[in-house]
């Protein structure tokens, strides 16, 4: 099906609008690839001359969207993860010693002296207790402005992290500082790491750094760097010679792709002359950013045609100078010198260009701009620095591509070529690898990846009207009408709506940007596509193992759209009218590209879910051992509560003393808040703990609510009710006016609420239950237009609730009900919860409700008891709470080990341990039976008196922490312990 | 400004238009900022008071008698109620001072309870006094008021009542996200001490 169409060629009405959801897609994760890579490769080796170059063959630039060329980079293109792991990057240094800079508790005073001995540049992040939010430190340089230091606020939005003065937003703290290491933005001057950190060649070195925390301030190593001139500071070392040429294309071609976008070179040096075979860029790092929207990507494919590219270098500060650490080792390219003379020649190249305007339309160094930041800031989650468009749109949507003449300091431009000519059109498949002049592609390996090409992008995301998207030029080029950015192209990846509310899962939207009716479905639910579904409830099949129930890149693109290949393309045709589109294999081939750059990717929020989740399985950390007690505890000992709603509470509780736990403790390292903003950490934390807790426990939940119910007797007496209210008709139930759904909708339904038994997250299930009273609110509406109150919903959930038979609902909702976060209990949600909750009460006693009309007295007790559990405040849980299993073995001679989960309160001892022991495991004659911690081999009785679960902590918190068991065994040596333990009497006593 | 979520609980007989009061609430000014809901029953509106600014949660009840037994679940929790009648039927005056009761032996305490007496566009067939309505509130210390939803009378006003009578933050139970935010802000500045 997908081959009859060329690749590259597709129906062009069809493709208008997919093929440049593609491209925007492909644009997208390009861009953020390259960034990742900025990011790792910022520090290059410095030469004399630092130098750039700059968009040569317009080819050049389409290489890195080429399949091939990828995927030969071999890790190199992939992700940038890879890579951070074989080099030191940047972004690299700060994370692995953040205790050095990120200095939470300290303050402002504290900050000052720390800074003060400090070379400019040097920085810290603290937390400012009045204000509540963590303030970038940052020493300035002597002569500057009075204040030797620089207070710059970070403003945390949802998901994204940004300086209050910038538009520039960032997934973590660790990406914002390095992203100010490498360019200035709003700053005077770039970052600048402690020469010892800067400068420390292997791990080793970084971690001896870290280790010393916040004291590496005051410590030698420290002060013995700091002696070091600045300027020839090897910042970078990590560009390796050997990488491949493909690579050094691959990079380069990014870097100039992203050079041909700016717009932003002074005007006067924008002369278009005919272009040359190449050009020479210079480049000035001081300029002002912004930063990229990678669907512009593609626009200016092209060959440059300036020679007169602004002079970049000209004007550097020192700082700017070492900071940038990239050097392009211009070595012997003839073309290249001569180049360079010719540039001189003209003299611009070495003219200090004015400071540019900043980026925004803000005023620069506003002091503290209003709370709601840039609008586009706000809400988008992020894995990488995103654009932020604060420039309102002005520009008339003219054909012409004409920059805007805003000198953008991120100098080097390209964009001149723009103005002149139209785009070249640019196959939709892979351009095939065009030749180079391997001279030239060896100055390419030199070239870092700097501010400047980040400088660039930024400047390029300032001028969204004016270019068209990557999509349109694509587009244009399969059309071959490389006339006119069209309008609709303009939508950029920033004005879709990414469904960014992660953080509600509650609350699903739907992104209008992605018009193409591509319901995120993934595939494979793909079966169940029904067409009577209107396409806003479509998307309930929800792949939750994915844990990405909410916001990220991931979610939106990869998890969505990925998968969903086969729908999407299913749906597009059906959205045409059977026109038979079909996704041109190139396209295809490149989707799956994307989508493996974009899998690489992670939001913090996912991030921050797994690296929980995987501390969550490792039992040498105090919270894996936590968890993974209390798991097996739960496996082995179900049948020890009372009733599943008590199963339930004490699970809910679990997982909220490990939230606390998690807030209070330093075991998440690097530590959550740099991560995730403020507001959100708890919304992640409770992700992180279904993940751990609710998605190894699923079936054993489900099976012990099951037998829970089968022993009551309320399974039984559910159906039969249920079979009841079945045959009743609508208006038996209270139902008055509404039109009911039909069977076909009630199939539909009870479709969905399989789907949501799937689901180990009650968040998850609950949007589920929501989307099933959307429908039902959808039907009767439809029917009559007006809105509906609980006076008509509450008799209609009621009435589809007993249409759809489904006895496991009561525990579903039971579910729902006792783990769902308590704070979303008062929302929507609950709300809806509460109803089908309410509804189920009255199936389950409908015949008692038959004859009274009214709920029996036991019924409502159940209720009102209900009630006042849900609403008693529960007492923060404490430390001393999260240690309550002790996992204890026994070990006998014959039998060999068994092991056994016990409830163990901090301050018993282990004495009254052993009692519980003897009883658990049935032992005839405790009293030949002792307790012993058994570390690394060696074995250690404990005394009667002590207390095993602090023994335990205290183990944990050592620093390297060794494997220990508890032993329950029998005491080698009779004649050591047995009489001290008779002298405490009690040792039969179990608890 | 702190945003407060305030759940409001909606109580009154089937009929006497509590869920009109509350659309007429909030789809007057209708905010397209504000993700709308999923249905009438349950809406929610951001209103300023004083420093504050107080998010209802608007929980709307079924009024038929078979569902009274529910009423529990869904007032459990209420930073205030608010009890319709309508005026030109005396019945669901009665259904009100039972609700009352049922409020003051189970529902939360420091509960603000709001009487509202709706549908007084339709005085000429009036059933229920204003005077002994209003006297009713004040003997409860209850807010009073009567609205119209269908005319938009009163309807601002009933909220605004309600919004002055929310004791402050101090005081109200810690069930928003809000105090959350607010306990856990200890816990993270003491966490890096090292």
């Known amino acids: 099906m997908a081959s009859s169409s060329p690749p590259g060629n597709p129906p062009s009405g069809l493709t208008d609008r997919s093929g440049s959801f593609f491209k925007l897609i492909d644009t997208f994760a390009s861009e953020i690839g390259e960034l990742k890579r900025e990011m790792v490769q910022t520090p290059l080796t410095f030469d004399k001359e630092p130098m750039d170059l700059q968009g040569l063959e317009a080819e050049v630039c389409g290489v890195y969207l080429q399949s091939p060329s990828c995927a030969g980079l071999g890790g190199e293109r992939d992700s940038g993860y890879d890579s951070l792991r074989r080099r030191m990057s940047v972004l690299e240094r700060l994370t692995q010693t953040h205790p050095v800079w990120l200095l939470l508790a300290v303050s402002e005073e504290e900050a000052t002296r720390i800074l003060l001995t ?36 970070v403003r945390e939005s949802q998901y994204t992290f940004s300086l209050e003065e910038s538009g520039i937003s960032f997934a973590d703290l660790f990406r914002l500082v390095a992203f100010y290491c490498i360019s200035r933005d709003v700053l005077p001057f770039t970052l600048k790491l402690p020469e010892a950190i800067a400068s420390a060649k292997t791990q080793k070195e970084l971690e001896e750094a870290a280790q010393l925390g916040a004291g590496f301030w005051d410590s030698a190593l420290c002060s013995q760097h700091r002696t070091f001139p600045r300027a020839c500071r090897p910042l970078s070392r990590t560009l390796s010679p050997q990488r491949s040429n493909r690579n050094r294309e691959g990079e380069e071609s990014q870097q100039r792709h992203t050079g041909a976008h700016c717009d932003s070179a002074p005007p006067t040096l924008r002369s278009c002359a005919s272009p040359p075979s190449f050009r020479l860029e210079r480049r000035h790092s001081s300029g002002p950013l912004c930063f990229v929207t990678p669907l512009f990507l593609q626009t200016h494919r092209r060959p440059p045609r300036c020679e007169d590219d602004p002079p970049t270098h000209a004007v550097r500060s020192d700082e700017d100078l070492e900071n940038e650490g990239k050097s392009l080792k211009l070595s012997s390219s003839p073309g290249i010198e001569q180049h360079v003379d010719k540039v001189k020649l003209n003299g611009k190249s070495r003219t200090p260009p004015p400071r540019p305007p900043p980026p925004r339309s803000m005023p620069r160094r506003r002091p503290a701009p209003p709370p709601p930041g840039p609008p586009a800031a706000t809400t988008r989650p ?10 309102p749109r002005q520009q008339p949507t003219s054909t012409k591509r004409q920059a805007p003449a805003r000198p953008s300091m991120g100098g080097k431009q390209g964009s001149p070529s723009k103005t002149a000519s139209p785009p070249i059109p640019v196959p939709s498949n892979p351009p095939p690898p065009r030749p180079k002049k391997p001279d030239l592609e060896s100055h390419r390996c030199h070239i870092a990846l700097d501010d400047e090409t980040i400088a660039k992008a930024l400047s390029r995301a300032k001028l969204p009207p004016c270019q068209p998207t990557a999509a349109d030029a694509l587009l244009e080029g399969n059309a071959g009408s490389p006339s006119t950015p069209k309008e609709r192209g303009r939508q950029r990846l920033s004005d879709m709506s990414m469904s960014t509310s992660s953080s509600d899962s509650l609350e699903y939207s739907h992104s209008p940007g992605f018009s193409l009716g591509l319901a995120p479905s993934p595939s494979r639910h793909l079966n169940h596509q029904d067409t009577v579904e209107d396409s806003s409830d479509d998307d309930d099949d929800v792949d939750e193992d994915d844990e990405d129930y909410g916001v990220s890149l991931e979610t939106d693109l990869e998890m969505r759209h990925r998968p969903s290949f086969k729908a999407r393309r299913r ?45 969550s399985r490792d039992k040498s950390s105090y919270f894996g051992s936590l968890v993974q007690d209390y798991i097996s505890f739960v496996q082995e000992n179900r049948g020890c509560h009372t009733s599943g709603t008590d199963f339930l509470q004490t699970l809910r509780q679990f997982m909220t003393q490990m939230k606390a736990y998690l807030r209070q403790s330093s075991e998440l390292d690097p530590p959550l808040e740099s991560l995730i903003p403020e507001d959100q950490i708890d919304q992640v934390l409770e992700k992180a703990m279904h993940k751990c807790v609710l998605k190894p426990l699923k079936s054993v939940i489900e099976v012990a609510l099951h037998d829970f119910q089968v022993k009551s007797g309320a399974l039984q007496q559910l159906k039969e009710n249920l ?136 019924a409502r007790n159940t209720l009102h008891h209900w009630h006042r559990r849900r609403t ?48 658990k495991f049935k032992i005839p004659d405790p009293n030949a039976y002792a307790l012993f911690l058994v570390i690394e081999g060696t074995r250690q009785q404990l005394a009667p008196d002590t207390h095993p679960q602090r023994i335990k902590a205290e183990l944990h918190g050592r620093p390297c922490a060794h494997t220990f068991h508890f032993v329950y065994r029998r005491i080698p040596n009779l004649n050591l312990f047995i009489p001290a333990i008779m002298d405490n009497g009690n040792c039969i006593q179990v608890e | 400004m702190a945003i407060r979520e305030l759940k409001v609980c909606l109580l009154g007989d089937t009929g006497v238009g509590k869920s009109s009061i509350v659309c007429r609430f909030v789809q007057d000014h209708f905010d397209h900022n504000i993700s709308p809901t999923i249905g009438a029953s349950f809406l929610t509106k951001t209103v300023p008071s004083g420093n504050e600014l107080h998010k209802f949660l608007i929980w709307d009840t079924a009024g038929q008698e078979r569902f009274h037994s529910l009423a529990p679940m869904y007032y459990r929790g209420s930073a205030a109620a608010v009890i319709v009648y309508d005026i030109t039927k005396l019945d669901s005056f009665q259904t009100l001072k039972r609700w009352v009761k049922e409020l003051k032996e189970h529902g939360p305490e420091d509960i603000v309870v709001a009487i509202a007496g709706n549908k007084n566009d339709l005085g000429d067939i009036r059933e229920v006094p204003m005077k002994e309505a209003k006297e009713f509130a004040e003997s409860i210390a209850a807010i009073f008021i009567e609205t119209s939803a269908r005319n938009a009378v009163n309807v601002e006003e009933l909220f605004q009542k309600i919004s002055k009578q929310i004791p402050p933050l101090e005081n109200h139970e810690d069930e928003t996200s809000e105090s959350f935010k607010l306990s856990r802000q200890p816990a993270a500045s003491t966490r890096r001490c090292c």
Do not use: W
């Open chain 1, 382 to 391: 992020k894995s990488m620095p995103v654009a932020v468009t604060v420039s």
């Open chain 1, 872 to 919: 008693t405040p529960r007492s923060a849980p404490t430390v001393d709470d999260f240690q309550n299993y002790l996992r204890v073995a026994l070990q006998e001679v014959d039998t060999g080990c068994t092991a056994k989960t016990l409830m163990v309160q901090p301050y018993t001892t282990t004495e009254e341990v052993c009692s519980l022991c003897a009883y």
């Open chain 1, 571 to 615: 749906r597009v045709g059906v959205s045409l009218g059977g026109g038979s589109f079909i996704l041109p294999r190139a396209l295809k081939g490149r989707f799956r590209k994307v989508s493996g750059m974009l899998s690489s990717l992670m939001t913090p929020e996912r991030r921050a879910v797994k690296r929980i989740a995987e501390m």
């Open chain 1, 118 to 153: 400090q070379p400019p540049g040097v920085f810290l992040v603290r937390k400012s207790a009045a204000l509540q939010r963590k303030i970038l430190s940052v020493r300035l340089k002597e002569d500057q402005s009075g204040t030797p230091i620089s207070h710059l606020p």
């Open chain 1, 723 to 858: 079979a009841l209210a079945k045959a009743k008709r609508p208006q038996e139930l209270g139902v008055d006016g509404a039109v009911p759904p039909d069977p076909l909708a009630i199939e539909k339904i009870r479709h969905k609420f399989l789907n949501m038994r799937k689901m180990y997250s009650p968040e998850k299930k609950v949007s589920l239950l929501l989307r099933v009273c959307k429908l039902i609110y959808t039907i009767m509406q439809d029917n009559s237009g007006r809105m509906y109150g609980a006076d008509d919903f509450l008799p209609m959930l009621t009435y589809v609730v007993a249409q759809c038979d489904m006895p496991q609902l009561d525990t579903e909702i039971q579910f729902m009900m006792e783990l769902l976060d308590p704070s979303l209990l008062q929302g929507e949600g609950g709300y809806y919860l509460t109803s089908a909750y309410g509804a189920m009460a009255l199936i389950k006693n409908f015949q008692e409700e038959q004859a009274a009309r009214v709920l029996s007295s036991e």
